[in-house]
DNA sequence: CCTCAACTGGACTAACTCGTCCAGTGTAGC
DNA sequence: GCTACACTGGACGAGTTAGTCCAGTTGAGG
């Protein structure tokens, strides 16, 4: 009683240590898992298996399913953004927005278009069934977004981007070009449509560079 | 055995009459139910309870549940295109675009996002699913860009598009905007992120009309 | 080395869902 | 009006899945 963890609500059994690992090693199974089948396609027997753990330690770590699953938006999400952070955060030109555009594409080739957004896919299944998941699912997306208005903005205020530019409204274009892409991609089994919408979004962005001309497209 | 119907391949029972009906209603209750739960999270006796329908009715009209899934793929195809094709098939100029914009996003925010596009949906839930629904829906999505791409090529020949402009890739770019819009409106449950990636979208095409200034954006 | 609690593994139950079956009904053709 | 068959409705069974429970094991602190 007297050296128990005082900050901590208390709410259940200790921490852990392998439990930690465990936890993690679920997460990871189910995130691979409900990525190609999907999260409803998926069952916690498929996870288990996977995740070479056993039912009562799904349970320990997961009051049921779809806390499991809200588990799974927040790692995903987690991932994402640490993902994206790498190739935004420092953005400040128009050529990095190509790389950045080129390196989503080629991750999404390897797989023929397949599987699609790990985030927009759990938004579409989710939306209109857990609305904790959806909620989630929509503030990632607007740190994501976030992400790329801030580099939007720091291409506006070194004179790179015309003062006309709205940041915001260019990132959500770019992230619905993004979204719609990787849609169109995983039903044709081909990334192209992908690339077109990219590069749809990249050259509504190149109208509002200062010198349009001086930055290459690839 | 002697006057049995010759020219069908005698797959099953004859045809119907309510039995037509029968099937039509219980397609209907599909759709309506898979629209807003997703097709994994519709069970039969959903659908059964919704169409006013048994079992047995269910399992004569349709196999098996994948069946059931494949004809309504089918059906919201059919009817996507039908009503996209009174939308389409006379556009000949810029303001047409814009005005088939504003009823997708005013139909839109009557749900404030919601439910999103009902072949964008299964496109998510099915490709990794079902092989022949993932074709049927990336053909269905084809249609429906060459709906779009027509109408660019009829402006192109008039005039109103510059030469340089590529319909098909216009079209495609057009549609992943759409798509990608109804993800975000669904996940946002606002129809906000919809407007502006189509406008986008616009925007990107307006940039090829020959005289940009002369047609306006609403 | 001992003790206790966290952790493990899998057997078990209840509920659900798909799909089958069959007895009864309405209707089309004769 | 009679007969045969498409159609109806719901009871039923098999298989699957979420979630529970408990006996055994591991490992850290004393």
């Known amino acids: 009683m007297g050296d128990e963890q005082l900050a901590a609500p208390a709410k259940q059994q200790r921490i852990s240590q392998r439990g930690v690992a465990t936890r993690e090693r679920i997460l990871e199974a189910a995130n691979r898992l409900m990525l190609v089948r999907g999260v409803n396609a998926t069952t916690l027997d498929d996870v288990r298996a996977a995740s070479q753990t056993s039912k009562s330690q799904l349970y320990r770590h997961f009051a049921d399913k779809q806390e499991l699953v809200r588990a799974l938006v927040k790692y995903r999400g987690a991932l994402v953004l640490a993902r994206e952070r790498g190739g935004l955060e420092r953005l400040r030109s128009f050529s990095g927005l190509v790389r950045w555009r080129n390196a989503l594409v080629q991750a999404n080739s390897l797989n023929n ?106």
């Open 113 to 218: 278009g397949r599987y699609g957004c790990g985030l927009g896919s759990m938004a579409v299944e989710l939306s209109d069934q857990d609305e904790q998941s959806r909620s989630m699912l929509s503030e990632t997306f607007a740190e994501w977004e976030k992400l790329i208005s801030d580099g939007l903005h720091r291409m506006r205020d070194s004179g790179a981007l015309r003062q006309d530019a709205d940041p915001e409204k260019l990132a959500t274009g770019l992230m619905a070009a993004l979204q719609g892409g990787y849609l169109l991609a995983n039903a044709a089994h081909d990334v192209a449509p992908m690339e077109v919408a990219l590069d749809m979004a990249l050259d509504h962005i190149r109208s509002f560079l200062v010198e349009p001309s001086a930055e290459s497209t690839r």
